[in-house]
């Protein structure tokens, strides 16, 4: 593993990609056949195969963690943890913003 990579992995528990779609809106089937959620630990794993981990908990430590991880070199996984209800009101609040930055 003679390489300089840092990777970023948004830990949702899986699923996430389906929240934006309109069977999210019906909570009582949307888990079990959308959510697909898992208990892999991304930073346990990482750490089991040698990699170093650098896990993050707010939007703005994401930006130093990478560099962080960037700078020390070798092989490195930044792990962001995030909640898949709160991943789509973000995206579609900056989809709003960039649909009203082109309407200017």
């Known amino acids: 593993r003679e390489i300089d990579l840092a990777l970023v ?3 949702n528990r899986g699923g996430a990609i ?3 779609l309109p069977q999210a ?4 089937h949307f888990e079990a ?3 697909t959620p ?9 750490v089991l ?13 994401i930006a130093p963690a990478v560099r962080a991880a960037a700078t020390a070199g070798g ?9 898949r209800a709160t991943n789509v009101d973000r995206h579609r609040d900056a989809f709003a913003a ?7």
Do not use: K
């Open 9 to 11: 992995v948004v830990d």
């Open 18 to 20: 389906f929240s934006f």
């Open 25 to 28: 809106e019906m909570p009582e």
């Open 33 to 35: 056949l959308f959510g």
């Open 38 to 46: 898992q208990s892999v630990d991304v930073a346990a794993l990482a």
């Open 49 to 61: 195969h040698g990699v170093g981990v650098i896990e993050v908990t707010s939007p703005e430590a």
């Open 75 to 83: 092989l490195h996984v930044v792990v962001v943890r995030t909640d």
């Open 98 to 104: 960039v649909s009203r930055a082109w309407r200017h």
